[in-house]
């Protein structure tokens, strides 16, 4: 991965004004679609395949005047006046006739109707409620419909009425931003100068970040044309995309400017910074992503666009960093150059984590009894969704919300529908009865509001009012009393019962989100252990990064319950009033965080394990790896930490408690955890830290995060010689095995279009060595570079320019298949398609039976055409290794490579063989590398062939002497 990022970050370097005006097409197009194709968020917290979700989409059938958009009016009468006085009823009933005309309502109840007196008008007649139903959808209802509500009540405001609308309406539908969230940007700023020193440097990683936000909240916007999507979405990936996206290019910054104080060229430093420092970010940023995404696993629609949301913001944060930063790097050149004037820096950290190696079991005891402590207040966690109550105090929303809460009582503000299916019953009415006397005497029933059947008597509604409110404990213990006395009614009744209604439908959402939390954190941790299992090639490494996340998700559980449910420190966070936790945090916090600690333990990680495969000491290269990446780690999560804060004080009421737990979260996991718990445990680890179980090591797949590969580029950048045209170069060449030694201390060079013949006995690693120089096996031992590239590092490429002919148990002939369904099976995938004509199949056969004529004709030998009908199966052995080489050489591959050559069964066919790869192979740049058993089969003696003897027993002789 870091071979081609450095080819990446080299290309946009050079490039950088067609990088940079592609990303400014990208943010204008991005613009084109977001205004032509976005529709708005929509807060739809509803799950399919809940009772609530279930009983209220059924309600659209069977009662559509319950199932819409619904709208308030409270009215409150002045002092000395009451709702039932005249004056009252007739401005009410004017308003309410106004209502009715306005364009979009469907009807308005008016609370003197006989039918909703009873919940309409507030016990001390002091207010009233008018009901409105709107057609349509939430989507549908307009600023301008609002605004024409709104206008129907200036006779009763003119006359000294109180008046307020609420309801569904009314619930605000888009993210709201303010100038505090500007501050982070200033911290950043700061912090950035304050590092750098240079106010290019500085204002660059924010450049980048917020062409990454630009792109993501145009794409999301977008979307909103095809998807529900949630107010909190765009929001949360601004959040999320500001941050990492000035990370991420603060870590590549920071290598650069690193290089290039040790003097390092401009375009080499910014090719390197991406490759070691980008490919720490891309899996940083893969770790983020599959966090977010895995909140799927709730299998709740809103909360999985949520995360692919802040997943895109993620993605386009990466992306921007591997391409647009490097451009900008390019169009800086030189002028980045740190000045000789700059001090090192270092020599707090290196002071800071002595002492913290000198007593670790200290560290590691402060840390997690501190953590522990502050993460108690988490066994209080109340989950709620949003209700307009969690409005700004004064918004239009709270304080009609606020109004019901005073002159009616707080369940006003969460009525739950019970919804009975009656259409089996013989005496609907008496059922519905029977039921609402039920729930009149269920504790926690305020009163009874509707209790009627549907026009066609097969489904009936009963209204109850709760004593608390919405987002109440209380309220979600009645739905479960209510539910828990539906099968008695349906068995007495023969009736479905369902409770149902946005109330009710918010605390299945909470439900189903508590249910989640155990898998999602099992998904997390699960993930946490592998990647970094595969990273660093490491048991205990993963290990201490989990139970660093656990430690670190604890204590912002326990802050954030301590600030906003218990209310401590309200006002430092301007928090109206403290009540239940938005319900989706926990899970959207474990996702981030984990993005997030998987990030500092990369990035700390990686730059100690560099410097133990350097020193090989493991105590000098935990300090040296954190003197080298703890000052970068530190300004980016002081960074982070003042992105999340922004969002705090002035915040979304569903934004601030994940923004504030977040930060506490970034707080904790950076300077506690990856400062203080993490070099500790790897002091008292030692060695232990970078090792593998064997059965493991050999299983776990090698990613090069840490930029080894490159580091071996560079290393072997003159190897064998500077600008070496060779084919293939090897030297020490090794591969051995548990059972043994394959093949042993192989060096060689073949230059391009020549021949490699490697021969020897049955065992002695012939078509190993081959599938090794065609980058289809690893070596353990030495150097090999194909084509001009290194492997294994760049092993893809060579697979790219090798091409392989018929080898046994890799890709043997089908015997079923004719000689031109061979090619053009050949041929369709060397260009995609699904169909080759005939006029591409037949030069290949035509070129396989020249070549097989002209090698006949110098032996003196007669050659019949061999037809493109003809099966493998029916092909001699010279025949079918021949279109072996015809298949292989299908794309003009810089390599050829042919084994058993003498497995035929006469002599003259070997020689036939030669011949028939001369004639195929002339005019072409194409190298041969083929093996023979017996050098006695070898081709005739040529300055362009090679020979190279491979005998693992004579070579472990020698070797035991």
């Known amino acids: 991965m870091s071979t081609f990022l450095y080819e990446l970050g080299r290309w946009s370097f050079r490039h950088h004004t067609r990088v940079i005006v592609a990303w400014f097409v990208i943010v204008l197009v991005g613009a084109g679609a977001a205004a032509g194709l976005g529709d708005g968020t929509r807060n739809q917290f509803d799950i399919p395949g ?85 057609e349509g959808k939430l989507e549908d209802v307009t600023p301008r419909i609002k605004s024409d509500l709104q206008g129907t009540a200036e006779p009763l405001e003119k006359a000294g009425y109180d008046v307020a609308f609420g309801g569904d309406a009314f619930t605000n539908m888009g993210p709201r931003l303010s100038i505090t969230e500007i501050i982070g940007v200033i911290v950043a700023f700061i912090v950035l100068y304050r590092m750098f020193r240079s106010l290019r440097t500085a204002v660059m990683p924010i450049a980048t970040a917020v062409v990454g936000v630009l792109v993501t909240i145009e794409l999301i916007w977008a979307a909103t044309g095809f998807f529900t999507v949630s107010a909190t979405a765009p929001l949360l990936a601004l959040m999320i995309g500001l941050a990492v996206g000035i990370d991420y290019a603060l870590f590549i910054v920071s290598r650069h400017r690193e290089l290039l104080g040790d003097g390092v060229p401009a375009e080499e430093s910014a090719a390197r910074s991406v490759a070691t420092a980008g490919s720490a970010v891309v899996f940083a940023g893969v770790t983020v992503m599959i966090a977010l995404c895995g909140l799927a696993v709730a299998r709740i629609p809103f909360l999985t666009i949520m995360g692919v949301a802040a997943a895109v913001s993620v993605v386009v944060a990466v992306a921007v960093a591997l391409t647009l930063l490097p451009a900008l790097l390019g169009r800086a050149g030189d002028s980045m150059r740190p000045s000789e004037k700059e001090k090192p820096p270092g020599g707090f950290s290196r002071r800071w984590v002595r002492l913290t190696m000198k007593y670790p079991a200290v560290a590691i005891a402060v840390v997690v009894v501190g953590l522990a402590v502050v993460s108690i207040p988490a066994k209080d966690l109340q989950l709620a969704l949003p209700d307009n109550g969690s409005e700004p105090a004064g918004s239009p929303q709270r304080v009609s919300y606020d109004l019901v809460d005073k002159t009616f009582g707080p369940g006003f503000n969460g009525a739950l529908l019970v919804t009975v299916d009656i259409i089996t019953s013989n005496d609907p009415v008496g059922v519905v009865d029977d039921i609402e006397a039920d729930l009149r005497r269920t504790p926690g029933v ?3 509001g509707l209790a009627t059947p549907n026009r066609t008597a097969d489904t009936a509604v009963v209204q109850v009012i709760p004593t608390t409110g919405p987002s109440d404990e209380r309220t979600a213990e009645l739905v479960k ?33 508590k249910e989640a939390l155990l898998p999602f954190g099992v998904l997390v941790v699960g993930l946490s252990v592998l990647l970094l299992m595969v990273v660093f090639r490491s048991i205990l490494v993963p290990v201490k990064a989990t139970l660093g996340f656990v430690l670190s998700t604890g204590a912002s559980f326990g802050a954030v319950v301590a600030v906003f449910q218990w209310g401590w420190l309200g006002p430092l966070v301007h928090l109206d009033h403290p009540g239940p936790l938005v319900s989706f945090l926990p899970i959207l916090l474990m996702a ?64 601030k408690p994940v923004a504030f737990a977040l930060a506490i979260g970034v707080f904790v996991d950076a300077f506690l955890v990856r400062m203080l718990f993490a070099p500790a445990v790897m002091k008292l680890a030692g060695r232990h830290a970078w090792t593998l179980p064997r059965f493991l090591d050999r299983k776990v797949p090698h990613v090069d995060v840490e930029g080894e590969g490159l580091h071996r580029r560079i290393e072997l950048e003159s ?6 045209t060779a084919a293939v170069s090897t030297a020490g060449l090794t591969l051995s095995t548990p059972e043994g030694t394959v093949y042993n201390d192989v060096s060689t060079e073949l ?12 065992g002695s690693g012939k078509t190993a060595l081959l599938l090794t120089v065609a980058g289809r096996m690893a070596y353990t031992e030495g150097r090999l570079r194909v084509d001009g590239h290194l492997l294994p590092q760049e092993a893809r490429a060579v697979r790219a320019r090798v091409s392989l002919a018929e080898t046994r148990d890799v890709n043997e002939l089908d015997d079923n298949l004719s000689v031109d369904q061979h090619i053009a099976e050949r041929l369709s995938i060397r260009t995609f398609g699904l169909w080759v004509s005939r006029s591409r199949v037949t030069p290949v056969r035509r070129a396989m039976n020249r070549a097989l004529s002209l090698a006949h004709e110098e032996a003196g030998l007669l050659y019949v055409e061999l037809p493109g009908d003809r099966l493998v199966s029916e092909l001699t052995r010279l025949e079918r290794k021949t279109l072996g080489a015809v298949l ?25 063989l030669w011949s028939a790869l001369r004639h195929l192979l002339e005019g072409l740049d194409t190298a041969l590398v083929t093996s023979l058993q017996s050098s006695s089969s070898a081709p005739p003696s040529s300055p362009d062939v090679h020979l190279l003897e491979l005998d693992t027993r004579r070579t472990l002789d020698e070797l035991r002497i």
């Open 50 to 134: 809940t009772e609530a979700n279930d009983a209220f989409a059924g309600l659209a059938r069977t009662f559509p005047e319950l199932s819409g958009v619904t709208a308030y009016v409270v009215v409150a009468a002045p002092e000395g006046s009451s709702m039932t006085s005249a004056t009252s009823r007739r401005l009410v009933e004017q308003t309410v006739e106004r209502i009715d005309d306005v364009k979009g309502v469907g009807s308005a109840t008016s609370p003197y109707d006989e039918m909703v007196r009873s919940i309409a008008i507030s016990p001390d007649e002091k207010a009233a409620q008018v009901q409105v139903q709107l």
């Open 446 to 448: 305020q009163a009874i």
């Open 481 to 513: 009393r209510i539910r828990a006395q539906a099968p008695g009614w349906e068995s007495e009744h023969k009736v479905d019962v369902a409770v149902t209604g946005l109330t009710a439908g918010g605390i299945d959402v909470s439900q189903r989100l």
């Open 592 to 655: 981030v965080l984990f993005g997030l600690s998987m990030d500092y333990e990369v990035f700390l990680m990686s730059r100690m394990k560099e410097e133990y495969v350097r020193s090989g000491d493991p105590d000098e290269a935990v300090v040296d790896g954190f003197v080298g990446s703890s000052r970068v780690v530190t300004a980016a999560a002081v960074i982070m930490l003042a992105v999340f804060a922004a969002f705090v004080p002035e915040g979304d009421a569903n934004i």
């Open 719 to 724: 190897w064998p010689r500077r600008g070496s």
């Open 751 to 762: 230059p391009p279009a020549h021949w490699l013949v490697v021969h020897g006995p049955s």
């Open 888 to 912: 292989g050489l299908v794309g003009s591959p810089a390599i050829l490579v042919l084994d058993d050559a003498d497995d035929l069964r006469a002599t003259e066919d070997v020689a036939l």
